[in-house]
C-alpha cells in the first residue's frame, strides 16, 4: 500500500482481557445464567474495552494503533472461526437471518448444547490457555459472518482510542485446525486456504473503511515444526501474504510470530508484501545478519520484552539485543514477546507481597512500562540510563536474596542415583496391587476434585478474614468430605476420592504449602473461556516443611472401606501453571519440586493410602515446538515424575491424570512415566487416544475420559456406553479404567451428579456384555 503510517515505537502484542477484577468473567457467567441480557453483556464487554485502551495509552502507549484490539469473549480462535464462517455442520443453523454467526451461535460452539458437542479444545502452543479447534472439511463454507472485529475498533475510535485490530492469520488457523467429521480420509485443512483468504481480504477492506492504519495478524504456528514439507509450508505463507497486500486499500499488516524462531520461514515473511513483522527477540534467538539484511524496508517489531513469564526484564540485555537490530540498518520498534495475556495485570496491586520480591516482578502494565523505556532507548540511550542501571541492580539483588539458593536442597540433589528414579517392574507390581484392592474390570473413578459450591469458597473466604477459627474451617471442610464420600458410596464408585474441598487451587494449594512460592491476590490469568486461574511465584529453592494432604486423605480414607485416593499434583504441572524461577534450568526445578512430592507420597503411604494420583496435566502443555528441542525436556519432565514416585512400594497404586493436549505427540513419554493408571481427555475429542494407545501397545492401567466436564452438557448413559464400547474396542479391557475428563471442581453439583450416574450405569452395562 502507498503512504504507509508508522507502526508504533512502543505496543505489546495482546493484553489481558479478562478485567482486573474478572469483570468479563463474572459478566459472560451471568449472561449464560439469564441473569443478563446479551445488551447488559455488551456494555461490560465495552467498558472493559475501553478501560483496557485507556490504561495502555496512560501506561505511554500513546501512537495510533499501537494499543492493541485483541478483546475476545472466550477465545481468539473462536473470535476467528465465527469472522470467517468456520462453523462445523453438525452444529445445524446456527447463522442468524442475516447470515451471522451471532453471540449466541458463538458460545454455542464454545459450550455445545444438549445435543451437539463443543469444539474440541487443547492447549495454545507453550502456553496454559485453551483454544478451540477448528473443524474444516471440503463443505466448510467460508464467508464473513461476524462483524465483531470492526465493531470493536469503531467503539474504540469513537472514544478517542485507535487500536490495532487483531485477527489468528490464515496459515495458522489452518494449521491448527482439524479435518471435519465430512471430511475424507487424509484431508489437510490447509488445502482450503484458496478460499479462506478472500474473506480475510473482505475483512481488512472493512476495517480500513472504518478508518483502520494497521491489523495484527498472528501467526505463531510458523514458529512450531509441522507435519508438512517446508516448501509447502513456505508457499502458504508467501501465497497468503500476497494475496492479503494486494488490495491498495486495506490496513498495513503487522505479522506478529510470538513464542520462538522463526527459522526457516523468516525470508519468506521478509520477502511477502508485508509492512511489519514482529519477530519473538526474547525467547528466539536474534536472526543473522544475512537474515537481518533481508528485512530492509520493512519495520521490525522486537518482542524483547517477555509476554510470557513474569519476572523483571534485563533491560541492558534488551538494549543491546535492540542495538544489533539498529545495527543492521532496520527501522525498528518493540513490543512484547507473545501477549501478555498470559500474565496478569498489575504488580503493584499485590501489596501483601514482599517488598522485595514485589520489586522482582514485571506483569502486563510493568512490561508496558519497560517496552515504553526501551523504544526511548532506541530514540535516546541517554533517557533510559537510569532505568536500566535500576534494573540490573533488582536483577542481582535477586540472585543474592535469602531463599534463592538452599545449600540443603542442592546437596539432596546432588547425592540421587538412578535407583531414585525407577520401581520394581510392573507385573510385580501389578500382583501386589491386585491382592491389595481387589478391584472389579473396569474400576470407577473420578479424577479428583468435586464441585466447589459458593458454601465451600464463602468458608475459605471467611476463614482467610479471621472470621472463622481454624477449627471451625476444618470442620466445615470435613462435613464437605463426608458429603463426597457418601455420594460417591451411593453412586457405587469402585475407588473414591475425597473431593478437595480445602484446595483454592490444585497447584497453589502446594505453593502455599512450600517453601520457594510466593501467591498473589488479583494476578487472575485467563485459562479458557470464563476459567481463570492464579498461577502461584516459584522463586526459590523448593522444600516442604511437614505433610501437606495427609490430614485429609486419612480422615475421607476412615469413612469408607473403599479405596481412597490421595491426590497429589505433579512436578511439571506445578512448574507449568506457575510463574517459575527464570535463573536455573527447569529440570532443576522441577527435581526440587518432585523431592517435596516424594517424602509426601511416603507419608500418605504411611498414613495407609494404597492409590496415591500424582496428576500430570500439563506434559504436553510445556513440550518445545522445536522438534530437536524436545528431546531433552521429555527426559527431565518424565524423570522429575519418576522422581517423585518411584519410592513408593510395590502395592501402592500410582496414577496420573493428563488432559486437552495432543497425546498421540508424547505417547511415549507418557508411557516412560511408568504409572501403574493413567487417566486422559478423550469425550470431547470422541476418543482419539485410544488409537494411539493401541498403536503404541500401551501395556498398563488408562482410563480414557467419558464424560467432558468443561461443557454444561450432561452426557447421557447411551453416550457414555458408546464411548466406553470405543475403548473396549482398541484397549484390552483389563487395563481400563472409567473416569470423567478432568476434575469436578467447576461444575454444579446438579449436573455432577447426574452425569456420573450415567457413567456408573453405563460401566455396568459394558461390563455385563463383557462378561
Known amino acids: 500500500m502507498s503512504n504507509t503510517p508508522a507502526f508504533p515505537a512502543a505496543s505489546l502484542l495482546g493484553y489481558p482481557r479478562i478485567g482486573r477484577r474478572r469483570e468479563l468473567k463474572k459478566a459472560v457467567e451471568s449472561f449464560w445464567a439469564g441473569r443478563i441480557d446479551e445488551a447488559a453483556l455488551d456494555a461490560a464487554a465495552k467498558e472493559i474495552q475501553l478501560g483496557t485502551a485507556r490504561r495502555l495509552v496512560e501506561l505511554g502507549l500513546t501512537d495510533a494503533a499501537a494499543v492493541p484490539g485483541t478483546f475476545s469473549y472466550y477465545d481468539q480462535v473462536l473470535d476467528a472461526i465465527t469472522h470467517l464462517g468456520a ?28 445435543e451437539v458437542q463443543p469444539l474440541e479444545m487443547t492447549k495454545w502452543f507453550d502456553t496454559n490457555y485453551h483454544y478451540l479447534v477448528p ?8 464467508a464473513a459472518t461476524s462483524n465483531r472485529i470492526v465493531e470493536q475498533f469503531e467503539y474504540a475510535l469513537a472514544n478517542g482510542v485507535e487500536t490495532r485490530p487483531y485477527l489468528v492469520g490464515p496459515v495458522t488457523f489452518l494449521l491448527l485446525s482439524k479435518a471435519s467429521d465430512d471430511a475424507p480420509a487424509g484431508f489437510n485443512p490447509l488445502s482450503r486456504l484458496e478460499d479462506v483468504l478472500p474473506v480475510y481480504a473482505e475483512l481488512l477492506s472493512r476495517l480500513a473503511a472504518a478508518g483502520a492504519t494497521w491489523i495484527q495478524l498472528d501467526e505463531p504456528a510458523l514458529v512450531a515444526d509441522q507435519d508438512i514439507p517446508t516448501a509447502e509450508l513456505q508457499a502458504a505463507v508467501a501465497r497468503s501474504y500476497s ?62 520484552v517477555d509476554g ?34 498470559h500474565v496478569p495485570h498489575d504488580a503493584a496491586e499485590e501489596a501483601q507481597l514482599p517488598a522485595e520480591l514485589r520489586s522482582w516482578l514485571a506483569f502486563a502494565d510493568q512490561k508496558a512500562t519497560e517496552v515504553v523505556t526501551l523504544a526511548a532507548y ?18 542481582a539483588s535477586r540472585a543474592a536474596a535469602a531463599g534463592v539458593k538452599r545449600p540443603e536442597v542442592r546437596a539432596r540433589l546432588a547425592a540421587l542415583t538412578t535407583a531414585d528414579f525407577n520401581r520394581s517392574a510392573y507385573a510385580v507390581r501389578e500382583a501386589a496391587q491386585e491382592q491389595a484392592l481387589h478391584l472389579p474390570p473396569l474400576p470407577t473413578t473420578t479424577i479428583g476434585s468435586f464441585p466447589q459450591t459458593s458454601e465451600i469458597r464463602s468458608a475459605r473466604a471467611r476463614a482467610n478474614k479471621g472470621a472463622i477459627t481454624g477449627e471451625e474451617y476444618s470442620q466445615l471442610m ?51 473461556g470464563s476459567r481463570c486461574t492464579r498461577p502461584s511465584i516459584l522463586w526459590g529453592d523448593v522444600t516442604r516443611e511437614k505433610a501437606i494432604t495427609v490430614e485429609w486423605a486419612e480422615f475421607a480414607q476412615s469413612l469408607t472401606q473403599k479405596p481412597m485416593k490421595g491426590m497429589l499434583t505433579g512436578p511439571v504441572t506445578i512448574l507449568a501453571w506457575s510463574f517459575v524461577r527464570d535463573d536455573q534450568p527447569l529440570g ?11 517424602d509426601e507420597i511416603a507419608d500418605l503411604e504411611a498414613a495407609g493410602i494404597k492409590i496415591i494420583q500424582v496428576d500430570e496435566p500439563a506434559l504436553r502443555e510445556l513440550l518445545p515446538l522445536r522438534r530437536a528441542d524436545q528431546p531433552a525436556y ?138
Open 308 to 341: 510470557h513469564n513474569i519476572w523483571r526484564n534485563d533491560l541492558a540485555a534488551s538494549a543491546a539485543r535492540l542495538d544489533v537490530l539498529k545495527a543492521a540498518g532496520l527501522n525498528v520498534t518493540v513490543s512484547t514477546s507473545t501477549s501478555t495475556q
Open 87 to 114: 462453523e462445523p455442520a453438525r452444529f445445524g443453523a446456527l447463522r442468524n437471518a442475516a447470515g451471522e454467526l451471532d453471540l449466541n451461535a458463538y458460545f454455542t460452539l464454545a459450550r455445545g448444547s444438549a
Open 588 to 598: 532443576d526445578t522441577a527435581n526440587q519440586v518432585a523431592l517435596a512430592l516424594r
Open 478 to 528: 470435613k462435613d464437605e468430605i463426608k458429603r463426597v464420600v457418601e455420594l460417591q458410596e451411593e453412586l457405587d464408585f469402585d475407588v473414591l476420592v475425597h473431593g478437595e474441598p480445602e484446595r483454592n487451587d490444585m497447584v497453589q494449594y502446594f505453593a502455599e504449602n512450600l517453601e520457594g512460592f510466593d501467591v498473589t491476590v488479583h494476578g487472575w490469568v485467563q485459562s479458557y
Open 243 to 304: 494475496v492479503l497486500a494486494a488490495d491498495g486499500e486495506r490496513p498495513a499488516i503487522l505479522v506478529s510470530t510470538p513464542f520462538g524462531a522463526l527459522t526457516e520461514l523468516l525470508p519468506t515473511l521478509a520477502q511477502a508484501p508485508i509492512e511489519a513483522l514482529h519477530i519473538d527477540a526474547f525467547k528466539g534467538a536474534l536472526p543473522s545478519p544475512a537474515e537481518l539484511a533481508l528485512l530492509a524496508g520493512k519495520t521490525v517489531v522486537a518482542g524483547v
Open 135 to 142: 473443524e474444516i472439511g471440503p463443505e466448510t463454507n467460508f
Open 378 to 395: 532506541l530514540g535516546d540511550p541517554a533517557s533510559s540510563a537510569s532505568a536500566i542501571a535500576e534494573a540490573t541492580a533488582v536483577i
Open 634 to 771: 521429555l527426559d527431565w519432565s518424565v524423570n522429575s515424575f519418576r522422581l517423585a514416585t518411584a519410592g513408593a512400594g510395590d502395592g501402592t497404586q500410582i496414577h496420573t491424570h493428563l488432559c486437552y493436549s495432543e497425546f498421540g505427540v508424547i505417547i511415549d513419554a507418557i508411557d516412560g512415566l511408568d504409572a501403574d493408571v493413567t487417566s486422559i481427555e478423550a469425550a470431547r475429542s470422541r476418543m482419539e487416544v485410544v488409537n494411539d494407545l493401541e498403536t503404541h501397545g500401551f501395556g498398563r492401567g488408562v482410563g480414557p475420559g467419558v464424560y467432558d466436564i468443561h461443557s454444561p452438557r450432561i452426557p447421557g448413559q447411551a453416550e457414555v456406553t458408546e464411548l466406553l464400547g470405543t475403548a473396549v474396542q482398541h484397549v484390552p479391557a483389563r487395563q481400563l479404567w472409567v473416569n470423567p475428563d478432568c476434575g469436578l471442581k467447576t461444575r454444579g453439583y446438579a449436573e455432577t451428579e447426574e452425569s456420573l450416574r450415567n457413567l456408573v450405569a453405563a460401566t455396568k452395562e459394558v461390563r455385563a456384555q463383557l462378561v
